[in-house]
């Protein structure tokens, strides 16, 4: 039977795209680090961004990277579905309740730049924020070779498998895909607001895909110009396109059934 050309065209306007979700859950899966083997996996990307490319820690022996945070801080992987490689890692710090003298990295490290009138972390009772920290894409899943000096993309890895161009074409999504876990596991963990240290044009970026974090300090040097910036609770969500917030459900409802956390809850509502 013969299909004249209205009837092709009439057929292929009912071909619909993809969503940005679906798209994405076609190619990569979020795990949370909940064993010592996956936090080791993430240990390992940390390796080779921060110590092998970036030189910002030093060469260890056991070929991973970790440090005094990691015993109260939670990490999540993306992993490549076809071919089981991990395409990244990133890890909230949450400083617990029962432990005054923990700190995240900015509390110990970056307070003294907080511009005046800012922030008051008064407001911010241990367990109540986290901060969002140590994420690394490897290198097999780097956006674009000129990025090469940038955390968020850059790491050693080894693997056969061979990535097709429409693969490919969805790489430049892990990065966000890994910050929008980050906001996930906060607000399932009830938090007030959550932190990160990064370049002024990154946080652009973010805020391009709908998470309004506001700078909250000055400008220091912190591997490389940096300043800290904060996402209130209120803004985690308010922000996102559909396209975007769809994405994030997903993400949020796969941690939520991962996820072990306890939400955080403040004493002056009991």
């Known amino acids: 039977m013969s299909i004249n050309a209205s009837q092709h065209n009439q057929s292929s306007s009912n071909i619909t795209e993809p969503t940005l979700s679906e798209s994405f859950h076609q190619y990569f899966r979020i795990r949370v680090a909940d064993t010592k083997k996956l936090r080791n996996c993430a240990f390992k990307i940390r390796y080779g961004v921060y110590c092998k490319e970036l030189a910002w820690e030093p060469i260890r022996k056991s070929e991973v990277e970790t440090d005094k945070y990691d015993d109260y801080s939670y990490h999540v992987l993306l992993e490549h579905i076809e071919s089981k490689i991990f395409a990244g890692c990133v890890?909230?710090?949450?400083?617990p309740p029962h432990l005054p003298?923990?700190?995240?990295?900015f509390e110990e490290n970056c307070l003294f730049s907080v511009i005046p009138g800012q922030l008051n972390m008064k407001e911010y009772p241990k367990g109540s924020f986290g901060e969002i920290s140590r994420i690394a894409v490897p290198c097999t899943f780097r956006r674009r070779p000129n990025e090469a000096d940038h955390p968020y993309i850059t790491a050693g890895i080894s693997g056969k498998h061979v990535f097709t161009k429409e693969e490919r074409r969805h790489f430049p999504n892990i990065a966000i895909g890994l910050y929008l876990s980050a906001v996930a596991m906060a607000e399932i963990c009830q938090h007030?607001?959550?932190?990160?240290?990064?370049?002024?044009?990154l946080?652009?970026?973010?805020?391009?895909?709908?998470?309004?974090?506001?700078?909250?300090?000055?400008?220091?040097?912190?591997?490389?110009?940096?300043?800290?910036?904060?996402?209130?609770?209120?803004?985690?969500?308010?922000?996102?396109?559909?396209?975007?917030?769809?994405?994030?459900?997903?993400?949020?409802?796969?941690?939520?059934?991962?996820?072990t956390l306890l939400p955080y809850c403040d004493p002056t509502d009991r």
């Open 192 to 201: 007030k607001a959550m932190f990160v240290m990064v370049e002024p044009r």
């Open 101 to 105: 003298q923990a700190l995240t990295p």
């Open 203 to 259: 946080c652009k970026h973010l805020r391009r895909a709908g998470l309004p974090f506001d700078q909250v300090g000055e400008l220091i040097s912190y591997h490389g110009t940096r300043a800290l910036f904060r996402l209130s609770a209120n803004n985690y969500t308010s922000a996102m396109k559909l396209e975007v917030k769809e994405l994030y459900d997903d993400i949020r409802e796969s941690l939520r059934l991962q996820m």
């Open 91 to 95: 890890r909230i710090v949450i400083p």
